[in-house]
């Protein structure tokens, strides 16, 4: 069934969407609120498995995000939503519980490559998100530099401080995004700035007219 760009099908039949980004960012919140207080010592050293849980169920709730926001045309943020449960809330929680019950010893060092790898990752979809409002896109840089840390740390070249740090940040960047879907909800308006490539390029440039999709908008 073909589906026009007001989420209508041609036969008429109205096939709308509501926005699911709180569905999302709520444990994109958590997550960063589980690893920061993991890094930082908050927990204890029995954690990983209550850590792993969240990833489990947050990542269901970051996958259906994705796919719903996929369905309503953004594709950057949807994308990156669905690969965010996927990537980085159920592989990461699946190695904690492997490494827990003794299946896969030595975590740290593949650990730590992958969450460098993670970090390259969430980098790179910086160009996706460039016509995104900048505070919007910067879950890539803070998400390279926190994951890069964490990486960087596993392979035992950082101290746990500074990803612990990175991880605080992410999470105030997600609250302060969760705020703005929500208040969307409400039609109040809690801004995300310009877009990001305003910020990169002469501003002439830039057509204003090019309709910006953002999560909670």
């Not at 970090?119 to 879950?139: D, H, N, Q, T």
Request: proline share 6%.
């Amino acid at each position: 069934m073909s589906v026009n760009d007001v989420g209508e099908s041609v036969d008429g039949a109205a096939e709308r969407w509501a926005d699911p980004s709180a569905f999302g960012l709520a444990p994109l919140a958590g997550i960063n609120l589980a690893f920061a207080g993991d890094f930082l010592g908050w927990w204890g050293p029995n954690a990983a498995p209550l850590i792993a849980v969240i990833g489990f169920v947050g990542g269901i709730c970051q996958l259906l995000t994705g796919m719903v926001s996929m369905r309503r045309g953004d594709a950057a943020g949807g994308t990156l939503m669905a690969t965010f449960g996927m990537l980085f809330m159920w592989g990461p929680g699946l190695m904690l519980v492997l490494h827990e019950v003794g299946i896969a010893a030595g975590l740290h060092p593949f650990f730590g490559t992958w969450s460098l790898f993670l970090g390259v990752l969430l980098g790179l979809w910086s160009v996706a998100l460039l016509r995104k409002p900048w505070f919007e896109f910067l879950i890539g840089p803070l998400g390279l530099l926190a994951l890069g840390s964490a990486g960087l740390h596993d392979l035992g070249l950082l101290p746990a401080i500074i990803p612990g740090i990175g991880f605080l940040t992410l999470l105030a960047w997600g609250l302060y995004m969760l705020t703005h879907a929500l208040a969307a909800m409400a039609g109040l308006s809690v801004p995300l700035g310009r877009p990001a490539i305003a910020l990169l390029s002469d501003p002439l440039d830039v057509d204003p007219m090019t309709e910006q999709v953002s999560h909670g908008d």
